[in-house]
C-alpha cells in the first residue's frame, strides 16, 4: 500500500507552498509559479473587499447563491467560465511565450511547463467550455420550450456547486503544491505513483471526478426537461434547433461520462491502494485507461461542439431573416454526428499497437462524421443565401467560425487517415488541428451566444463597436497562433516540448507568440465591452425584449424576463412560433385570466455541498484522512436533513402576475417598432418590425 500521512494535516507542509520554492532557489521558473499564485490570492482578497465595501453579501446569498432559478444558474455558470477562461488563456501565453524564447531552455523548467499545458488543457475543456455550454443551454433552454424553469431546478444547483468547487481544486493547486504533469489525459504511467508521487494527479483525479458528477447530473436534467417540459403543441419537430443540439448533447452527457469517472477513480485505486489497474508489468494495462478515456473523450468534443452548431443556427437565421434552411436535414444530422461519435475514439491512438484492420475501421467511422457535418454547413450557407444579412456581432462569429471550423474539418479527415497519422502523431500539427475545432467551433459560438442572448439576460444590449473589436482580436489571434503550428507539425517539431534544438521552427513560434498576445488582447476586449455595455446600459435598453426580430420563444417575453418566464404557458403551432405570430399581428396577445404560479423556493443545499465537496476533495488530495471523513459524514448528513424540507414551493398570485404582465403589455404598445436597419441605434427599445417579405 503507498505510504499513508501520519501527521495530522497529512501530508501537507511548509513546502507545498510555492514561496518557500523561491526562497530555497531564486529563478525566473519560480517567479513565474509566485506571480500566479499570487494573482490567485489577491483576485480572492479583492473580490472580498468590493464584497464588503459594497454590503454585498446578502443579497449575493439571498439573489444569487441560493436561487434555483436557471436563470441565475446559467449566468453563473457563465461567470465561472469566464473567470477560468482568463486563467487558461493566460497560461497558453505562458507556453508560447516559453517556446518564443527559441533554442535553448527558456525561462521555465521542464515540469513546469508540463504543469502548465496540464492545466491549459483541463481548464479549457472542463471548467470553460463545459460550464460556459452549460451556462447558456441554462439560460435558454427554459424559455425557448415555453417551461418556467428545468425538470429538477435544485439538482441543477447542485451540479453548478459540484462544477465550481472541483475548478476551485484547479485554482487550489496554484497555491498549495503542484498539479498533476500527466497533460489533461493524465495518462499512466506518467500519472502513476511510481513515477509522480506527488499531490498533482490527485488534484486532477478528484477535480475530475466531482465535476463529472455534477456534469452528468445536468445532462440528465436536459434531457427530462426538453423531453418533458416542453409547452403544448411544441412536437419535436417544432423544437428550435438549439434545443435538438442539446438534447443530443444531454444524451452524450449521459453516456460519455461515467466512463471518465471510471477511469478516474481506477487510477485513484492505484495511486491510494496500489491497485494495478493500468500497471502493465503486474497484470494491469494502461490500454484500459487509454480506451476508457477515449471512450469519453471523443463525444466530449460533439458535446460541446453540438451546442455551438445549435447556436449558430439560430444566429444565421435571425441574422439574414429568414427561416433556417433544411431544418429537418440538420435535426437528422445532428443525431447523426451524435452517434458517429461513439463509433471513433480509437482514432486517439492509432498509433499504439491495434492491427491495421482495426485501426481502417475506426478511420472509415472517423471521415463518416464529414458527412453530416458537411450537411449543415451547406444548410447554413442556404440560409444565409439571399438573406437579408445584419453583420452584427453574432453574425460575424458565426462567418468566422464557418470559413476556420471547415479547415479544422478538413485537417480532421486528413488525419482520420491512420497512415498519415502516423507520421504527424504527437505534433504540433494536433494540437493546430484540435484548437481549430475548438476555438471557431465552440468558443466562437459560445461568445456568440453570449452577444446574441445578453439583451435577454439584462435587459440591454452590448456594445457593438466593441464587440467587433473583440471578434476581429479573436480572429487574428487565433490565425497567428494556430495556423503557425500546423507547418511545425509537418516539420516534426513534437508537442508538449518545452524546448527544442531545430532553430528552423524558432519563426513560427515568433509569430504564435504575437498571436497568443492578440488573443490576450480579445479577452481583455470582452471585459472592456462589458463594461462599456454597463456604463453606456441607458442608451441600449431594451425592455421590451425582441431587439433582433427573434423568431423563437424567448424573444416574446420582456427583457430580463420575470421568475416565472411565462405569464401564461404559451400553446405553439409554428416551428418559428413568434415569427409567425409577429406575422399575423398576434405577438403580443392580451390573457383572459390569469393563474397563482408556483415556483421552487431557494435552498442552500447547492453552496454547501460546494464548499464540503471542495474541502473533501482536499483532504483527500493531501492525505487528511480524518477531515476527509469527516466531510464525507457531514455531506450525507446534509442531504438526508435536506430531504426533510417539504417548504420547497412559492406561490405568486395571480393578481400579481397580471399587474406585471399588463404594465409589460402597455409598454409593448407604447413603443415604436423598429426596422433592422436601426437595430444597433438607441431607437431599438425591443420591439422590432417584422420582415414580412421573408417570414413565410
Known sequence: MTSPGTGFFGRLNWDALPVTGLIQNPNANEIVANAAAAIVLVGVVVVVGLLSWFRLWTPLWRDWLTSVDHKKIGIMYVVFAIVMLARGVLEGVVMRAQQAAGPGDGFLEAEHFAELFSTHGTI??????????????????????????????????????????????????????????????????????????????????????VSGVGTTLTGINFAVTIYKMRAPGMTFMRLPMYCWTIICSSILIVFAMPPLGVAALLLAADRYLDFHFFTNDLGGNMMNYANLFWLFGHPEVYLLVLPAYGIYSEVFATFSAKRLYGYNSLVIATMSIAVLSFTVWLHHFFTMGQSALINAVFGIATMLIAIPTGVKVYDWMATLWRGRIRFSVPMLYGLAFLMLFVIGGLSGVILANPTVDYQVHNTLFLVAHFHNVLLPGVLFGLLAAYNYWFPKAFGFRLNEFWGRVTVALWTVGFLLTFMPLYFVGLMGMPRRSFSYDDPSFHPFMIVAIVG?????????????????????REKTRVPVGDPWDGRTLEWSIPSPPPPYNFAIIPTVTDRDDFAAAKDKGAAYPTPDAYEDIELPRNTGIGFVL????????????????????????????????WTFDDSTELTIPAEEVRKDHEAWLARVHGEKAVDRDFETSPENRGLARPDLEVIT
Do not use: E
Open 610 to 641: 460546494c464548499v464540503l465537496s471542495g474541502v473533501w476533495m482536499f483532504a483527500l488530495v493531501w492525505w487528511i484522512w480524518w477531515l476527509a471523513a469527516l466531510m464525507t459524514v457531514l455531506m450525507i448528513l446534509v442531504v438526508i436533513v
Open 516 to 536: 497568443a498576445l492578440v488573443i490576450t488582447c480579445a479577452l481583455f476586449s470582452v471585459l472592456i465591452q462589458l463594461w462599456v455595455s454597463i456604463r453606456d
Open 124 to 209: 479549457m475543456i472542463f471548467f470553460v467550455a463545459v460550464p460556459f455550454v452549460f451556462g447558456i443551454a441554462n439560460y435558454v433552454v427554459p424559455l425557448m420550450i415555453g417551461a418556467r424553469d428545468v425538470a429538477f431546478p435544485r439538482l441543477n444547483q447542485i451540479s453548478l456547486g459540484l462544477t465550481v468547487s472541483s475548478g476551485m481544486m484547479l485554482m487550489v493547486s496554484l497555491v498549495v503544491g503542484r498539479f498533476s504533469t500527466g497533460g489533461w489525459t493524465a495518462y499512466p504511467p506518467y500519472t502513476g505513483a511510481a513515477f509522480n508521487p506527488g499531490v498533482g494527479p490527485d488534484y486532477w483525479i478528484w477535480a475530475i471526478v
